[in-house]
């Protein structure tokens, strides 16, 4: 059998590795459907809480489809004395750094902003996170939008979904106020940087274009640790953007990575270009995480061997640990499983108290065994694994382990 | 280190069988501190009295970001406070 060839050496039972990649396989399909449902289906309206919390002096609201769908906002004697409005259902569509970002903004019909924040969207929970800490959101509440808008700063680490909701609320905002309640709005000034052009885009690109090239290289084990050490500093540390299973779930939610984002879609582009010629050499030699530990196994004199029976083991274990992972954050929408790896946030070094036991006993157990987590657990590694057995099943190579 | 200078032994598949436990033990309850520490709206509370939410939010004990967006693993406290 095609799935079964892998562990068949060591005497370990084909059914079993069938079995795992049927199961993988049935919760992507149902993530593609769960995702596709997802966009068909028709917005939730706002719940009670969040229209109070929005608009506070509004006593009730009502629903309003002219000339977009919005709420009215009325004091106790019925009068309108604003709107809530939701910044998707106005064009233009703004995305965020996956998929297309929803805020409510309530607008007073004096034009003044009285709150503002993102209700529908598909952005990594631990980036909006840092949004709703960094004070951006009360910022934007009580601006006048009669007046030019300020130009209000990003949140670092979280610059691209916070450059979107800042854009977003703005245009939208701008409109509504215009249309609903005839105020006069300076012509919005969008402060669009080009973000093809920005210091970390060209870096991003010249690293993985190293990395590319070094991959067809032959030999020369140092060009490859100059190339992974560089890596390192440069998609770990300074860029702090490795790929993870968080942003690869999106993609196979069909949330597909916004024109600004463009760290991720370079790195999309990397590994659509060479999983099919070198497998897994982003594991090999771009993980910046996989370069830690390998740096970390260099410190110890004393190594430890699998015996066979395990080693015949680990694949359908990352594969069975993937499926789960993926089967609670789509399946059951716990979002937060998708972010346990440890290369998540442990560039940013904002790592949760269980997140730092998890890497500090990750890189311990890489000093003895070769690369611990991309061999035992690492979800990221075996879905490009898997999706590597499709696109190169000549090569000959069984890509399980780096 | 060069591979021939490192000094190999063989871990008891016992051994492995924990540690791979232990990992993937490690990998759940980093998801599951991860899930809740993320906010969540309140209004998807089912308890939660909105004139008790509003009258809070207008004297300013409850700020509106906090209102909407809740922390689940402050539950106690916020809940008790908004409620």
């Known amino acids: 059998m095609f799935f079964g060839r892998l562990e068949k050496k060591n005497g370990f039972p084909a059914s079993w590795t069938s079995l795992t990649w049927v199961l993988v396989f049935l919760i992507a399909v149902g993530c593609l459907v769960i995702g596709f449902l997802d966009i068909i289906a028709p917005p939730q309206p706002l719940e009670d809480g969040a229209l109070t ?57 004096d034009g003044r902003i009285t709150f503002a924040t993102p209700v529908r969207h598909r952005e990594t929970p631990y980036y909006m996170e840092m949004i709703f800490g960094s004070g951006l959101l009360e910022e934007i509440g009580g601006l006048d939008l009669s007046r030019p808008f300020p130009d209000i700063d990003t949140v670092s680490g979280a610059t691209v979904s916070s450059r979107a909701i800042i854009r977003d609320v703005q245009e939208a905002s701008s409109k509504a106020a215009h249309t609903l309640f005839g105020i006069e709005v300076p012509p919005p000034v969008i402060s669009m940087k080009n973000t093809w052009a920005d210091w970390k885009t060209i870096i991003i690109a010249m690293l993985l274009t190293m990395s590319l090239l070094a991959g067809f290289v032959r030999e020369r084990k140092w060009l490859k640790e100059v190339v992974m050490v560089l890596n390192l500093v440069g998609i770990g540390f300074l860029l702090n953007t490795p790929l993870t299973l968080s942003a690869l779930s999106r993609v196979l939610t069909l949330n597909l990575p916004g024109p600004e984002n463009t760290l991720l879609i370079l790195l999309f582009l990397y590994i659509l270009i060479s999983l099919p010629l070198q497998g897994r050499a982003y594991c090999r030699f771009v993980c910046p995480f996989g370069t830690l530990q390998k740096l970390a196994n260099h410190l110890s004199p004393w190594q430890l061997n699998l015996t066979p029976d395990i080693l015949a083991y680990l694949p359908n274990i990352r594969r069975l640990v993937l499926g789960l992972l993926l089967f609670l954050a789509v399946w059951i929408g716990w979002d937060g499983f998708t972010e346990v790896e440890p290369f998540f946030s442990f560039f940013s070094l904002k790592l949760t108290s269980i997140m730092w036991v998890m890497v500090i006993f990750i890189l311990i157990m890489s000093m003895f065994l070769r690369r611990f987590w991309c061999n035992t657990m690492c979800p990221t590694g075996t879905l490009l694994s898997m999706v590597s057995r499709f696109v190169r099943p000549r090569s000959g190579k069984v890509d399980e382990t780096v | 280190m060069e591979r021939s200078m490192k000094r190999y032994r063989q871990l008891p598949p016992a051994a492995a069988a924990l540690l791979l436990g232990l990992t993937l033990l490690l990998v759940l309850l980093t998801g599951w501190q991860r899930e809740i520490v993320s906010r969540h709206p309140v209004a998807d509370l089912p308890f939660v009295d909105m004139n008790r939410l509003k009258q809070q939010i207008d004297q300013g004990n409850v700020g509106r970001n906090e209102a909407l967006y809740y922390r689940k693993d402050y539950a106690g406290a916020d809940t008790t406070e908004i409620r």
Do not use: C, M, Q
């Open chain 1, 53 to 109: 919390a929005i608009f506070p002096d509004a006593a009730r609201t009502e629903n309003s489809n002219e000339p977009f769908s919005h709420y009215r906002a009325l004091d106790a004697n019925g009068r309108l004395i604003g709107a809530i409005i939701i910044t998707d259902s106005i064009p233009p569509a703004v995305k965020g750094y996956i998929g297309e970002i929803g805020s409510a903004v309530g607008i007073t019909v």
